[in-house]
């Protein structure tokens, strides 16, 4: 339209009076006039598009619905202010004529951390039937994003639960003595018995040598501590310790369920932050995640002898403590050593940890000048203090499972199989 307007100025003489002026008067009159042919942002009706929960990282595709008034729109263009956690806003969009009553205005969504998240204001701006004029306005558009900590392990704790029901189902169809911790009966002992089997109590006021046979234990309560003090804000494979714990935390709650365990979680820094009471309810994955994944690393230390207060007092019967943590020596020394007593006495107690596979390689690396000799050098001491570390848990009854992301939670369910009478899968 412009450049039609453009092109009659042309055709004008150039001493014509108050033709530029004219021009313009009818350039506005018209642009006034298609302006107000537009249709008002007011009556557009906009309403979210997004899912109820996306796990972090997952890329999705949101947006908006869109609901015209009856004969439809002119071309609409929007614009939405990115939330902090969606990484850099949308770049404005734009539809064309909008002849029908709804349509869709999509944009993807890659949330970069955990929570609850309330998505910006939606500016919607909407043209003549010329385009030489547009109105606009900012409106509020409800709506939420739950993102939840991702799940990579949830594959490989499938195929584990489908390997131990296997088992499981073998163990009904012949039952398996010698394996377990549950006392089972007193028998005469054969040469493929374990000889450290053997009750010399018995055995001396018997003839011939007895030994003690278990059955694989059950109806279990494990309990996952998973701490969320500072040691767990430290990076791991370019994300916070505490997500490759909670990977581990999912992994462990979708088999011990599987199986019919009871299995809860704690999570604490300084104090208890989230309790989920033991179940083995099909949806106590659910809950766990419900109840963990708003939660953040806090740059505070951790005191493990309030959250073993808090769960012996709920918990008075045997149980299967898991602390969910990091194998540092200040935080292992200073907390978790002096407080370990109050479980390790009546309780088996598992200590989870997550190693940095970055650190294991630089130990092994070539030394090729100063800095890669310093580099191994601080590495191969690192990991040094790390396996005195794990020696001393163990050597007061603790059992350590310290692994490297993407192996933790595997290793953490064999574990769990292990002590329960199976064998690692």
Known sequence: MLVALAGIRLLLPEDLPGGVWGLNLVVGVVAVLDGLLATSPRRLEVGRDLPAQIALGAPVVGGWGLRTPPGGAGPVGWASAGAPPWGPPPRP????????????LATPVRPGRRGRFEPGRVTL??????GLLARQRTVDVPGQLKVVPAFPSR???ELRLARARRLELGLRTVRLTGTGTDFDQLREYTPDDDFRRIDWAATARSTTPVVRTYRAERNQTVLVLV????TTAGRVADVPRLEHL????????????????????????????ATVPPSHRGDQLARVVDATYQLEPALIETDFREAFSHALGAHRRRTTFVIATDLNEATVSATLVPALPLVLRDHRVVVAAVADPEVAAWAGAPAGDEASAYRRAAATSALERREGLSARLTGLGATVVDAAPGVLAGRLVDTFLQARGGRPL
């Open 246 to 273: 909670l990977d581990a935390t999912f992994a462990l709650v979708t088999v011990a369920t599987g199986v019919g365990e009871r299995v809860g979680v704690i999570a604490f820094d300084d104090r208890v932050r």
């Open 125 to 130: 701006r909407v043209a003549g039937p010329l």
């Open 93 to 104: 969009g734009r539809v064309g004529v909008l002849t029908r009553r709804e349509a869709r």
């Open 155 to 157: 594959a490989d704790a």
């Open 227 to 230: 701490d969320v003090g500072r």
